[in-house]
C-alpha cells in the first residue's frame, strides 16, 4: 500500500507540474514597455487551447510599445474569446496607449481611479546622428533602389517629402486605433476623436468617458471574472511560470541600444 500510494503521489506531482495552465482561471500579465509580444503569445494560446480553463485576467501596467506587438497581443485576446473564454482586464498603475490598444476586446476593463490611461495615439521617432558621425569623421554612403528607400536613416536629416510620407503612414495606424476603440467599446466616433489627441487620463475620468466598464481593484477584476464564468467562489488564478534571461530581459527593454539607434513605430505613453 504504501509503495502504490507514493507511486500515486508521484504521479499527481508530476501531472501538477507539467503544465501550469490547468486552472480555472488564467491570470496573464503585460508588464512595462511593449517590445515582444512572444511570452504574452504563449500564455494567451495555452489558456486558450486548455479545456479547463474558463476565463483569464489579464493584468496591463505598461505605457505603451510597439505597434506589432500591441496588436498581435489584441489579436490573442480576440482569439481567447473565440474559443469560448472570458476576458477581464485589469488596468494597474498605468495602462496607456498600446497597454490601453490592447485591452479594448475584454468583456471587461476594470481601471483604479488613479490609473493613468489613454493616450490614445501613435508615434514615430528616430535618431539623427549625422552631425556626430561628421564630428568624429565617419561618412556613410547610401546607394538605394529608390527615393524613398532610406527614410528614417539616422546619417541624414528628413526631407519634407520623407516628413509627409511618414506623418501618411502614422495617420492610417491612427486611425485603426481610434476605430477599434470606436467598435469595442461602442462610442460615437466624434467623441472618441475628440480625446484621442494622445492626452493622459486618469481610470476615474476613463471611466465617465466609457472608456473602461468600471473602477475598482485587482481583486475586484477577478471576481467580475469569475461571476462572468458562472463561479460562486472565487477560483485561484493560475498563472504560466516565466522563464527569461538577464539577455533576454536587457535585449527587450526600452535601454536595449537596438532601439536607441534604429527608428521604432509604436503606440506610447509621452509626457513630453
Avoid at 489579464?58 to 497581443?73: D, K
Avoid at 527614410?151 to 516628413?163: A, F, K, L, N
Avoid at 466609457?210 to 488564478?237: F, M, Q, W
Avoid at 538577464?246 to 509604436?266: C, D, H, Q, T, Y
Wanted: aromatic share 8%.
Amino acid at each position: 500500500m504504501n509503495k502504490l500510494f507514493l507511486l500515486a503521489l508521484v504521479v499527481l506531482l508530476i501531472l501538477g507540474c507539467g503544465d501550469m495552465a490547468t486552472g480555472k482561471l488564467g491570470l496573464v500579465e503585460v508588464e512595462g514597455p511593449i517590445v515582444n509580444s512572444k511570452k504574452v503569445l504563449e500564455d494567451l494560446e495555452k489558456f486558450e487551447h486548455n479545456p479547463v480553463t474558463k476565463g483569464v485576467l489579464v493584468v496591463v501596467n505598461s505605457p505603451g510599445g510597439g505597434v506589432g506587438p500591441s496588436q498581435e497581443i489584441f489579436e490573442g485576446i480576440i482569439d481567447l474569446k473565440d474559443a469560448g473564454k472570458k476576458v477581464v482586464v485589469y488596468m494597474s498603475s498605468v495602462a496607456a496607449s498600446g497597454g490601453y490598444y490592447l485591452s479594448l476586446p475584454a468583456d471587461r476593463i476594470v481601471a483604479l481611479p488613479s490609473t493613468m490611461t489613454g493616450s490614445i495615439g501613435v508615434i514615430l521617432s528616430f535618431p539623427v546622428y549625422r552631425d556626430l558621425m561628421n564630428k568624429i569623421g565617419i561618412q556613410v554612403h547610401t546607394i538605394k533602389s529608390r527615393e524613398n528607400k532610406d527614410i528614417g536613416s539616422g546619417s541624414r536629416y528628413p526631407t519634407v517629402q520623407d516628413s509627409l510620407l511618414l506623418q501618411g503612414l502614422i495617420e492610417d495606424i491612427y486611425q485603426q486605433f481610434v476605430e477599434e476603440v470606436v467598435k469595442w467599446r461602442k462610442l460615437p466616433y466624434d467623441s472618441v476623436y475628440a480625446i484621442a489627441d494622445g492626452r493622459v487620463i486618469t481610470g476615474r475620468q476613463a471611466y465617465a468617458l466609457g472608456l473602461v466598464d468600471t473602477l475598482g481593484s485587482r481583486r475586484d477584476a477577478h471576481k467580475i471574472l469569475a461571476e462572468l464564468c458562472g463561479y460562486n467562489d472565487l477560483p485561484k488564478l493560475t498563472e504560466i511560470p516565466k522563464k527569461k534571461s538577464f539577455w533576454e530581459e536587457f535585449v527587450e527593454s526600452r535601454l536595449g541600444i537596438k532601439n536607441l539607434l534604429a527608428p521604432s513605430l509604436r503606440y506610447e505613453l509621452n509626457f513630453n
